[in-house]
C-alpha cells in the first residue's frame, strides 16, 4: 500500500514516515502542502492519504475537499493528523469527509490503529 504524507513540517512528515516503517508501511510518497498533495495524487498510484491541517497554500481541510470532490480520488482513503484538538475541528474535519482523525502527538501504535480502523471500513 502507498501512502502519501502531507504537511508543511519536515520534521511532522519525518515522523509519520519513521512511525508508518515501524508499523510495515514503507511506500511513502511526501507533499508539502495540499496543492503539492493533488499534483502528487495524479501521477503516484496513492492508496492512502495521511494530511496535516495547518499548512500554507492549500490547507488540508481544503484538500480533503478537493480531493472528495474528484471523482477519480472521492473515495480515497484520508486519515487527518493534527495539532487542532477542538471537538468543533474534529467535526469540521469530519464533514470533510476524512475517514479519521488523530490529534499530535501520538504514537505509531496510534497510527496502526487509525489506519487499520479505516481499511476495515473500505
Same mark, same amino acid.
Request: no cysteine; proline share 3%; hydrophobic share 45%.
Given at each position: 500500500?502507498?501512502?502519501?504524507?502531507?504537511?508543511?513540517?519536515? $520534521?511532522?512528515?519525518?515522523?509519520?514516515?519513521?512511525?508508518?516503517?515501524?508499523?510495515?508501511?514503507?511506500?511513502?510518497?511526501?507533499?508539502?502542502?495540499?496543492?503539492?498533495?493533488? #499534483?502528487?495524487?495524479?501521477?503516484?498510484?496513492?492508496?492512502?492519504?495521511?494530511?496535516?491541517?495547518?499548512?500554507?497554500?492549500?490547507?488540508?481541510?481544503?484538500? $480533503?475537499?478537493?480531493?472528495?470532490?474528484?471523482? /477519480?480520488?472521492?473515495?480515497?482513503?484520508?486519515?487527518?493528523? =493534527? =495539532?487542532?484538538?477542538?471537538?468543533?475541528?474534529?467535526?469540521? #474535519?469530519? /464533514?470533510?469527509?476524512?475517514?479519521?482523525?488523530?490529534?499530535?502527538?501520538? =504514537?505509531?501504535?496510534?497510527?496502526?490503529?487509525?489506519?487499520?480502523?479505516?481499511?476495515? $471500513?473500505?
Amino acid at each position: 500500500m502507498k501512502f502519501l504524507v502531507v504537511d508543511d513540517s519536515q $520534521t511532522m512528515r519525518r515522523i509519520v514516515n519513521n512511525a508508518l516503517k515501524s508499523i510495515g508501511y514503507d511506500e511513502i510518497i511526501e507533499a508539502e502542502d495540499g496543492k503539492d498533495a493533488m #499534483a502528487k495524487l495524479y501521477i503516484e498510484n496513492v492508496n492512502f492519504v495521511i494530511t496535516d491541517w495547518n499548512m500554507p497554500v492549500m490547507n488540508g481541510l481544503e484538500f $480533503t475537499k478537493a480531493v472528495r470532490a474528484d471523482e /477519480q480520488f472521492g473515495n480515497m482513503p484520508i486519515l487527518m493528523v =493534527t =495539532t487542532r484538538g477542538m471537538k468543533e475541528d474534529v467535526m469540521e #474535519a469530519l /464533514q470533510a469527509r476524512v475517514n479519521n482523525y488523530v490529534v499530535k502527538p501520538f =504514537t505509531p501504535q496510534v497510527l496502526k490503529e487509525k489506519i487499520e480502523q479505516i481499511m476495515k $471500513t473500505l
